[in-house]
C-alpha cells in the first residue's frame, strides 16, 4: 500500500516553479542629498529564505526601508507578486502583503504582549492565518507574558514580540533587519529554528545580518553588499566557506 505524498503549500509549489515573489532591478535611493544605493538588484522566490549580507553601513538596513515604502527609490523598481509597489506608500504595501520587522524593533513598552499582538493584526486580506494563538505556539516564550508590559520583557523576548507582532498582519513577504543583534547565543538557536518554522508554514523571508552563523543555519542563498553595491550573490554557505569574501565584506 503506498503512502499518500504530502500535501505542498502555496508557497512551497511557487518556489519549485521558480515564481519571484519580490524583484527589486536596480534601484537607487538614499536619505536627503546622500544616496546609499548603487543599482541594487535581487529576486526572491515564494518559501525562500534570502540574506543580505554585509557590515555597517553597507546599505542592508536602506534596502529593506526602500522594498517597504519607507524610502522611495530616485531609480529602479520594486515589484511584489507581480505588482510594481516602487511608489506606493508604506501601509499600502504592508496592505500587499509585506511586513517590516525594524533593528530596534519598535514595541510598545507600556502595552502588554497581548495589546502589542492585537495593535498589529490586520484582516484586510483574506482569511487571517495568525492570531494570539498561533503565534504564541510559534513563540512559546511569549504565551506566559501575554499580561505583561512590552518594557518588562528581555531583548529575546522583545524580538520575539516584534516577529509575532508583524505575524498578526498576515504578511506574505516578511522583512527581518537585524534579528540576532544583540541576542544571547542560546536565545539565536532559538530564533534560528522559530524562522525555519516559517519556513515551512510557507512565509516568505528577507532579513539582513551581520552574523554569518546565523545567516548559514536559516538561509537559502545570500546578496552580498558594500558601500550600497551588490557584490556577491549565491549560496551562503559557500559564502561562508570562502575566506576572501570573509575577510573582505563580513564578519564571523
Given at each position: 500500500m503506498t503512502s499518500e505524498p504530502r500535501p505542498e503549500t502555496e508557497g512551497e509549489v511557487a518556489a519549485a516553479q521558480g515564481r519571484?515573489?519580490?524583484?527589486?532591478?536596480?534601484?537607487?535611493?538614499?536619505?536627503?542629498?546622500?544616496?546609499?544605493?548603487?543599482?541594487?538588484?535581487?529576486?526572491?522566490?515564494?518559501?525562500?529564505?534570502?540574506?543580505?549580507?554585509?557590515?555597517?553601513?553597507?546599505?542592508?538596513?536602506?534596502?529593506?526601508?526602500?522594498?517597504?515604502?519607507?524610502?522611495?527609490?530616485?531609480?529602479?523598481?520594486?515589484?511584489?507578486?507581480?505588482?510594481?509597489?516602487?511608489?506606493?506608500?508604506?501601509?499600502?504595501?504592508?496592505?500587499?502583503?509585506?511586513?517590516?520587522?525594524?533593528?530596534?524593533?519598535?514595541?510598545?513598552?507600556?502595552?502588554?504582549?497581548?495589546e502589542n499582538l492585537e495593535v498589529g493584526r490586520h484582516t484586510g486580506r483574506g482569511e487571517p492565518r495568525w492570531d494570539v494563538q498561533r503565534v504564541c505556539a510559534l513563540f512559546p516564550a511569549l504565551g506566559p507574558l501575554v499580561d505583561r508590559r512590552g518594557e518588562s520583557l528581555s531583548g529575546g523576548e522583545q524580538q520575539m514580540l516584534a516577529i509575532a507582532r508583524t505575524l498578526m498582519g498576515n504578511p506574505t513577504l516578511l522583512l527581518l533587519d537585524e534579528p540576532s543583534e544583540g541576542l544571547a547565543p542560546l536565545v539565536v538557536q532559538t530564533l534560528a529554528a522559530q524562522v525555519l518554522q516559517l519556513k515551512e508554514e510557507g512565509v516568505t523571508i528577507v532579513l539582513s545580518e551581520q552574523n554569518v552563523r546565523f545567516t548559514t543555519l536559516v538561509s537559502d542563498r545570500a546578496y552580498v553588499l558594500e558601500k550600497g553595491h551588490v557584490r556577491h550573490e549565491g549560496d551562503v554557505r559557500k559564502m561562508a566557506g570562502d575566506s576572501s569574501i570573509l575577510g573582505k565584506f563580513l564578519r564571523i
Open positions: 519571484a515573489l519580490l524583484e527589486v532591478m536596480n534601484i537607487e535611493a538614499g536619505y536627503g542629498m546622500g544616496r546609499v544605493l548603487f543599482g541594487v538588484s535581487l529576486r526572491v522566490r515564494c518559501g525562500e529564505v534570502v540574506a543580505l549580507l554585509g557590515r555597517n553601513g553597507a546599505g542592508k538596513t536602506t534596502t529593506l526601508k526602500t522594498i517597504m515604502g519607507l524610502l522611495r527609490p530616485t531609480t529602479g523598481r520594486v515589484v511584489f507578486d507581480g505588482r510594481d509597489v516602487s511608489c506606493l506608500p508604506s501601509h499600502l504595501i504592508a496592505r500587499a502583503g509585506i511586513g517590516y520587522v525594524p533593528q530596534d524593533r519598535r514595541i510598545f513598552p507600556d502595552l502588554t504582549v497581548r
